[in-house]
Structures are given as C-alpha cells and as structure tokens.
DNA sequence: ATAAACCCTAAACTATACTTTAGGGCAAGG
DNA sequence: CCTTGCCCTAAAGTATAGTTTAGGGTTTAT
C-alpha cells in the first residue's frame, strides 16, 4: 500500500504545500504517480525523505540536498560520491555546531551575570561606561533612560 | 578615537552594507554620527555590536534582537527582561543543537556504511528493496542505472 | 448524480536577510 | 580647483524556502 501526500505529511510533520515543492525542486524524483497523477509514496520513498529531513534540519540546501539524490538515483556506482557528499556536509555541519556553541557559551555568561547577587551594579556600572565612552568622544549620549 | 564603518567591518567581519541594514532596522540605535553624519562607533558600541553577532550566530531573528537592544537602551530597569529574553532564546538554541546533533548522528551512522567493508553490498541492497517497493505497489520503477 | 473530501498544477505572494545601484556630500592631497 | 577615497540614503534587486491562491480533476458515500 502507497501512501497518499497527506499521509506522508503527517508522518514527517512536513506540510503538503512544501513536500509538493520538495518535488517541484527535484527532491523527489523517486515518488511515483498512480492512475489519477497522484503522488504515491512507498515505505522506501518515506526511508529517502527521512534522510532529505536530516539534511535539511542540518541546514543543507536544497539544490545541494538535490545533488545527493541524484546520485541516490544514478544508482550503486555513486555510493563513493555519496560518501564524499555527506561527509563535507558533516564537516561543515560540526564546524557550525562548534561557533553556535561559542555565542552560546557568549549569552550563557551574560545570563550568568544578570543572575548574579550584584547584578544590579553590573548592569549600572556598563550603562555608566557605554554613556562614558559616548562623552568621551564628544558624541551624543543614547543612553537617556 | 571612534571607529568609521569600515574599520568596524574589518574588526567584525560583517559587510559594510550589512552594518547599514543593521542599523535601519534598529540594530544600532547606539551608534552616533559625526558632524559629516558619518557612523561613529565607540568601543563599547563594538561590545554590544558583538552581542547582537552572538546572537544573530545562534539564530535569533533581526526583529527580536532589536527587542533585546531596546531593552538595552531603556536602561538598567530592564535587566529581569533581557534576562528572561535571553534564557527563552538559550532554551531554543539548546533544543535546536539537539535535534542538530539527532539528524548528524543518523547521517554519520550513514557514512559509517558507505565506510564498512560490505557497503557496496548495503548499497545494493537498499537498491533493490527500493525497487521491490515499487513494484509490489505497481509503480513505475524510477531506480534505473 | 451530487456533495464532501481528496488530489493536481501554475503562478503569485510572503518572509527573512542581505546586497547592489544610483545619486550625492565631505575631506585631504596635488 | 579637482581628483580620490570615504561616507550617506533610498530604493531596487537577489537568494532561499516556502505558502497561498485560483482553477480544475477524482473518489466515495448518500
């Protein structure tokens, strides 16, 4: 049994509107039609679209998520091209994880402050010198509050 | 000594045109302008400059990083509200780089197939069950290398 | 045989974040 | 004076990823 597009909408969580634009961009070039021109995913359609979703949620592009299938498509003879593909994307992907967790690492010592006991004088004491740095450099003061 | 938009672009690496856009949409309401109504950034405006980038980094949208600095601008009062803005968008990026490192692991644990000595078996394999699908739901087979 | 619930495409529209272009001022050196 | 190198704004253009709309078949139960 193929599963109709709302189905599959609701297994993957993705809208209807944005699996039929996974297919217009070539993402799905495995999804068949039945007699009516009905899209009709099997359960190995829904195994690619997992992996599509996995790319995806690792900021792949969709013209790059593309490339990957068509080499899926082409066939066995690609599975190095395939690797080398994932593996690059892996790269970047570790690569952007690591400075998300730097500015995060950023905010976490702000938060840190402002739940501090002397969180109010640390807050004062920027606000002094930001206004200070103004003054300093005989330009207007923003800071009016 | 304050900074020209240029110098500030190297220093941050943000684009000159992007520091502009920044500023029109309410990013740098901090900065001042010299009597020619040339951008002139101090110091301390660089370290808010720097916690907007931290922020834009871990995908916070333009228009809720302007919430942040207007909170900033409204003075010290402010500090519980920047707080809690910060820890709610701490939690999202936290849940974010989770669901990250889920879809990297299964596209690791694919590369470690095309890795093992039997992927080009594994690779045929998935090759004709794809194909079986289709078949056994009377499809068109796409699969045709 | 008709209404309700699906499915389809093409094309226009939206959102977000920039970048580029066009037109023009200011400041220093020759 | 005038060229060169910066700076400015406003507005249009680009890129990416969808979503919505308009118009139209299909399937199923009544």
């Known amino acids: 049994m193929a599963y109709s597009i709302q189905t599959v909408s609701e297994k ?66 690609t599975a190095k091209d395939r690797s080398a593909l994932l593996a690059a994307h892996r790269e970047k992907v570790v690569a952007k994880q690591q400075e998300i967790a730097r500015s995060l690492a950023e905010i976490d010592y702000k938060l840190q402050m402002y739940a501090s006991p002397e969180a109010e004088e640390k807050v004062a004491q920027e606000w002094a010198m930001a206004s200070a740095d103004k003054e300093k450099n005989g330009l207007p003061n923003p800071f009016t509050a």
């Open 12 to 77: 993957t969580g993705l809208a209807i509107s944005t699996l039929r634009f996974y297919d217009k961009a070539g993402l799905l070039p495995f999804v068949a039609r039945d007699s009516s021109g009905y899209r009709a995913f099997t359960d190995g359609d829904l195994a690619l679209l997992h992996t599509i979703v996995c790319l995806k949620n690792t900021g792949m592009k969709i013209a790059d998520i593309r490339r990957y299938i068509e080499l899926v498509m082409a066939g066995p003879t």
